[in-house]
């Protein structure tokens, strides 16, 4: 079954990208390059400047993820650099990839063993980090479906009418801010872990649990942030508009399993956007794919290939003096040093 799984789900996420990548040619028909060209020239370099700063904040945040989960784990031996390395390199290749066995997993084990970390605790590292994105994610889309319940109404014809219904959208966000508060709850009064079926709920430290609800948010501010920082000040709804969009459009791509969510995150953003000129809200989505996407991920290849040479660099170093033959003893076994110096008298070589 599970190989009948890997299968599909590549297949789920390719066909998610050609639907999506149809349906957004359609919405942008008309529209030429030049017109997006001149919608990234005329965002002022400040904007350039506070989408940079708020990619900082995103990547710092997840860097923070890595961290609250070796707290958790008992951890603190590991210096803050050495986390925000793996942290980014992780998260620039999964956000690109797609695929979270491989630079969730995989890159993190690689990393985090050398530092002395066994399978099991790395495996509880990654599950704790993922249970912080998604933390984050129902908080503040808890927060803004409860605040601006009709802002799904912009997503009418690509979501279910029960969901972009305002009524029903602030009693979705309501539930969702039950739930942090159910969690927020269960770590203050440490109560035992809560299982449903095979999801099972452990309730952290409550300074564990307090990073969290600190962290968490603050990396999906700083991703909606650059969107926010780029689209231009006609027609732009505020920044809790673009955050509820942006929320509804990541999430989207999430569930496509379409590798960075190609096509489907774009497809939901512009529809949502209707007050905007296309051109602009397409370069912004350039400028949120170049900041948060395509740079990190070209430096993380680098950091990926350069800590796997000096890693084989250093175990190339090691492998002489491990192969070495042991020094000859300077007398033989069972013999004294005189008698020895006698024997190579009457047998000189």
Same mark, same amino acid.
């Given at each position: ?6 299968? =599909?789900?590549?297949?789920? !996420? ?18 030429? &390059? ?27 945040? *997840?860097?923070?993820?890595? /961290? ?28 690109? &990839? ?5 630079? !969730? ?19 509880? %590292? ?21 605040? %601006?319940?009709?802002? *799904?109404?912009? *997503? ?39 299982? =449903? ?7 952290? /430290? ?19 942030? =650059? ?11 505020? $920044? %809790? ?34 007050? =905007? ?15 948060? $996407? ?56």
């Amino acid at each position: 079954m599970k190989k009948i799984s890997e299968f =599909i789900w590549p297949l789920v !996420g390719l066909a998610a990208v050609v639907v999506s990548g149809y349906l957004l040619y359609r919405e942008l028909a008309g529209i030429s &390059i030049a017109e997006i060209k001149g919608s990234l020239f005329a965002i002022p370099l400040h904007h350039f400047l506070l989408a940079a700063l708020s990619t900082l904040v995103a990547y710092a945040a *997840l860097a923070w993820y890595d /961290r609250i989960a070796l707290l958790h784990l008992g951890v603190r031996h590991i210096s803050w650099f050495f986390v925000s390395v793996c942290s980014f390199t992780t998260y620039a290749l999964s956000h690109n &990839i797609g695929a979270s066995v491989f630079s !969730g997993a995989v890159v993190r084990y690689r990393a985090y063993t050398a530092k002395g970390l066994s399978a099991a605790q790395v495996a509880v %590292l990654v599950a704790l980090c993922s249970f912080t994105f998604g933390l984050g994610t129902i908080l503040l889309g808890g927060f803004v479906l409860t605040v %601006l319940p009709g802002t *799904l109404t912009r *997503l009418n014809g690509i979501l279910p009418a029960v969901l972009t219904d305002p009524a029903t959208a602030r009693v979705l966000g309501v539930g969702l801010l039950a739930f942090v508060a159910l969690y927020v709850a269960g770590s203050l009064l440490r109560l035992k872990p809560l299982t =449903i079926r095979s999801f099972k709920l452990e309730y952290p /430290r409550p300074a564990i649990m307090g990073r969290q609800l600190v962290a968490a948010p603050l990396e999906l501010l700083g991703a909606a942030g =650059i969107i926010y920082f780029a689209l231009p000040e006609a027609g732009n709804p505020g $920044f %809790l508009v673009v955050l509820a969009v942006f929320l509804a459009s990541f999430s989207a791509a999430l569930v496509s399993n379409a590798p960075g969510g190609l096509g489907v995150f774009e497809l939901v953003f512009v529809v949502a956007m209707p007050d =905007i000129d296309r051109p602009a809200v397409i370069a912004a989505l350039l400028v949120f794919r170049l900041f948060y $996407f395509w740079l990190p991920f070209l430096i993380s290849v680098v950091v990926v290939l350069l800590y796997e040479r000096n890693r084989l660099a250093s175990a190339l170093r090691r492998q002489p003096a491990a192969e070495a033959p042991p020094e000859p003893p300077l007398t033989a076994p069972g013999l004294d040093a005189r008698e020895l110096e006698r024997r190579m008298e009457k047998h000189p070589a």
